[in-house]
């Protein structure tokens, strides 16, 4: 079992940063991904960042390309997302997940944390 607590999240100004944290407790990480998802209201949830445990190895959704940066902090065992250049369409619950890396399937979600951006 694999416990994601989130924290962070705000209300900010377009134009501003936030970081937001997942820290994770239970059992090793050693072979997971962990994502950060977002879900608007009336949209569906969406993949916003992911980084590979082992690895490092990293990947974004188009729309945050170059604004967000996914990382890990080992020593911490706590995921990070740094959101820069916010915009009013970030506005979103967003929601830190895990899972098998050989699998491709988020196994475990965390209970989110609102973000919004006021224009």
Known sequence: Q??????????VQAGDSL????????????GYVMGWFRQA????????????????RT????????RFTIS??????TVYLQMNSLKPEDTA???CAAGPAIIG????????????VSS
Not at 4 to 9: A, I, N, R
Not at 19 to 30: E, F, M, P
Not at 59 to 66: D, T
Not at 72 to 77: G, H, L, S
């Open 105 to 116: 399937r988020w196994d475990y979600w965390g209970q989110g944390t609102q973000v919004t």
């Open 93 to 95: 619950v967003f929601y």
């Open 19 to 30: 970081r937001l944290s997942c820290a994770a407790s239970g059992r090793t990480l050693s």
């Open 2 to 11: 694999v416990q994601l607590v989130e924290s962070g999240g705000g209300l």
């Open 41 to 56: 209201p009336a949209r569906e949830r969406e993949f916003v960042a992911a980084v590979t445990w082992t690895s490092g």
């Open 72 to 77: 890990i902090d080992y020593a911490k065992n």
């Open 59 to 66: 990947s974004y959704a188009n729309s945050v390309k170059g």
